[in-house]
């Protein structure tokens, strides 16, 4: 199986503040890579598909890059709906395999 | 607007069976393949199952494997996960997911779940 590696697996921020998470596949997934976002008590929410694609209606604030093993996701400009927790995901090949989590938490 | 509507979860005992169901409305069912996600209580996405539009590919992952089954009824837009001889590590919530294509692509809308708790 694909092993996915997230770092940190938390952070402190402020609103207004830039964060990247990075994302580390444990062999190469080419672009097959997902970011996806889950506030408290809610359904996971897809945010980014083929390591780069903003899926339909998320922001342009959310902005991923990266191919092979190495990925991250990029969040300009925090805002208070963004403090959830982000989850990357390979689909290169089954079975899926997600990252641990990475928690985005008000400074 | 896409509407994934999970039922069927609740208490059930260790060795005992659940059916769940996600009903599917504002998108063609058939079109796309489909995924069950779970996430047990403070911990991170697991996936579980996946079914090809037509329903005749499927795929479980090692720890659900000869227990549970995935399915699907396009006639009715609906897809389920039957849950055998269930552990109480399979104590989760539930996720129905849709694909954004075939069952080589990865998911772009999900339902709101439904908990299955299994406990004696």
């Known amino acids: 199986d694909i092993q996915m590696t997230q770092s940190p697996s938390s952070l402190s921020a402020s609103v207004g503040d830039r964060v990247t998470i990075t994302c580390r596949a444990s062999?190469?997934?080419?672009?097959?890579l997902a970011w996806f976002q889950q506030r408290p008590g809610k359904a996971p929410k897809s945010l980014i598909n083929?390591?780069?694609s903003l899926q339909s209606g998320v922001p342009s604030k959310f902005s991923g890059s990266g191919s092979g093993t190495d990925f991250t996701l990029t969040i300009s400009s925090l805002q208070p709906d963004d403090f959830a927790t982000y989850y990357c995901?390979?689909?290169?090949?089954?079975?899926?395999?997600f990252g641990q989590g990475t928690k985005v938490e008000i400074k | 607007e896409v509407q994934l509507l999970a039922s069927g979860g609740g208490l059930v005992q260790p060795g005992g069976s659940l059916r769940l169901s996600c009903a599917a409305s504002?998108?063609?069912?058939?079109?796309?393949?489909m995924t069950w996600v779970r996430q047990a209580p403070g911990k991170g996405l697991e996936w579980v199952s996946t079914?090809?539009?037509?329903?005749?590919?499927?795929y479980h992952a090692d720890s659900v494997k000869g227990r549970f089954t995935i399915s699907r009824d396009n006639s009715k837009n609906t897809l389920s996960l039957q849950m055998n001889s269930l552990r109480p590590e399979d104590t989760a919530v539930y996720y129905c997911?849709?694909?954004?294509?075939?069952?080589?692509?990865?998911?772009?809308?999900w339902g709101q779940g439904t908990l299955v708790t299994v406990s004696s």
């Open positions: 997911v849709k694909h954004t294509g075939t069952t080589a692509t990865t998911c772009d809308f």
């Open positions: 995901q390979q689909y290169k090949s089954y079975p899926w395999t």
């Open positions: 079914i090809s539009g037509s329903g005749g590919t499927t």
């Open positions: 083929a390591a780069s």
């Open positions: 062999q190469d997934i080419r672009n097959y």
């Open positions: 504002a998108f063609s069912f058939s079109t796309y393949a």
